[in-house]
């Protein structure tokens, strides 16, 4: 807002001491503009290396009273250095009027190269395409491996507006990577535990309608299954018994979202609410386990400190199981999201809740900072025995919206190491 006030020259309410410079306003959408994008070193400016984007107006605008920029003309329009457009041209000349095709989305590649306390060292490749226009789609693809030969396949495909206030999401799993067990509750021991080898698979569409402009409705189904293969001790020997049978068991739900954030995946100011409920009917549940229904909310908050590097990040999530939950439905903490000072799967239970925050900060450049501190509990019984992580880490922008992250958390009688894909929430 320059001049505060409609091209009609009336004050606009509200905000006549809270007017920008033109000489801010173009900074903002140049050199700031192309920092928060982290495109620094080729967008923002007219430099050597840079991509010779801009315009030229009728007017210096620096010299022009805001009030008649509503009237500014674009003379002339250069991308990277050729001319696009000019206003002098009234003819379908060559230059005038010349179309600039625009693909419908972009697109990053990346190798994997992760680590997990449990798995070790997790190598792979990941692909992201991303829509620059709706209706529009989304689709990412990873495949990782460990150094046994296991891997874990993983895909998200959504398609925005497939019809009027609707999307599409689809997303699935593939893994045989072991896992360690270290039982039920949450008084286990990190000294105790087993190694469950098995063939996991996981498949959830979703339906989301769009019913006003920052609230969804997700209905959805969520299929899961599960074959035990073998089970080793601590030192990798086979123990001949299965501790949970084989299941292939399917949730039906509903989510109810209201999401303020002003971006899903690199998210600088904003609140994401949302609660779902969940019913796995006897008939696609493990034999003998009868009907299971379950309920879960989270708060995420995000806001921004001295300016938007600096994000403080908090998430509240809690969940309730009436009923008896498959092993694949019990819930569970510890691992990269949540409880990081612990390995996944220490503690699980049928009750939960977590609470997190997160400090981020700017490093250099790509390079970005946290500063966490993670508590929480689940157990069958009562919520009484809260556990508590603290840690740091650190970020890499691929782009704009995939970030690698290191964290380093510390629990009370584990460490943890995890280097994946995007923000812990």
Known sequence: MLAGRY????????VGDKTLT????????????????????????????????????????????????YQARVEQTFVSGALVFDSSHTTNSVRAGKTIPVSPSDYA?????????????????????FPLKTPGQYFDFQIQAITSG??????????????????????????????????????????????????????????????????????????????????????DVEINTSF?????????????????????FSTKKGTLMQATLQYIPEALNVKGLGDVGQVQAEIRHFTYVINSNFVIA??????????????????????????????????RGEKYYVVQLEGRFPIYRRFSGVAFIDAG?????????????????????????????LDYGIGRDQTGVFFTFSEAF
């Open 7 to 14: 091209p009609d020259g009336t004050l606009i309410h509200g």
């Open 109 to 129: 590649i990346s190798p994997v190269i992760g680590y997990d306390p449990a798995l070790g060292m997790i190598l792979g490749g990941a692909y992201f395409n």
């Open 244 to 264: 949970f049978p084989n299941e292939n068991s399917l949730a039906f739900g509903l989510t109810s979202k209201y999401d303020t954030r002003d971006n899903t």
């Open 377 to 405: 509990d689940i157990t069958d019984q009562a919520l009484d025995k809260p556990k508590y992580t603290y840690g740091t880490g650190m970020r890499f922008a691929l782009s704009q919206n995939i970030k690698l992250r």
């Open 150 to 235: 296991k891997i874990n396949l993983q895909s998200n495909y959504s398609y925005f507006n497939l019809f009027k206030n609707m999307n599409l999401n689809f997303s699935g799993s593939y893994s045989n990577f072991f896992q360690y067990y270290f039982g039920e509750g949450d008084e286990t021991n990190a000294d105790t535990y087993v190694k469950l080898f098995s063939n996991n698979y996981r498949v959830k569409p979703e339906i989301a309608i769009q019913l006003k402009k920052k609230f969804q409705l997700i209905a959805f189904g969520d299929a899961r299954g599960r074959r035990e293969i073998k089970v080793t001790d601590q030192n």
């Open 22 to 69: 033109v000489t801010d306003a173009v900074q903002a959408y140049t050199t700031n503009g192309a920092y928060v994008l982290m495109e620094e070193t080729q967008l923002g400016k007219i430099a050597p290396g840079f991509h010779a984007d801009f315009v030229v107006m009728e007017n210096d605008i620096l010299s022009t009273d805001p009030i008649e920029l």
């Open 314 to 347: 908090s998430r509240l999530a809690a969940g309730y199981s009436s009923g008896t939950s498959s092993y694949l439905f019990r819930y569970s903490l510890g691992g990269s999201y949540a409880l990081r000072g612990y390995y996944s799967n220490r503690f």
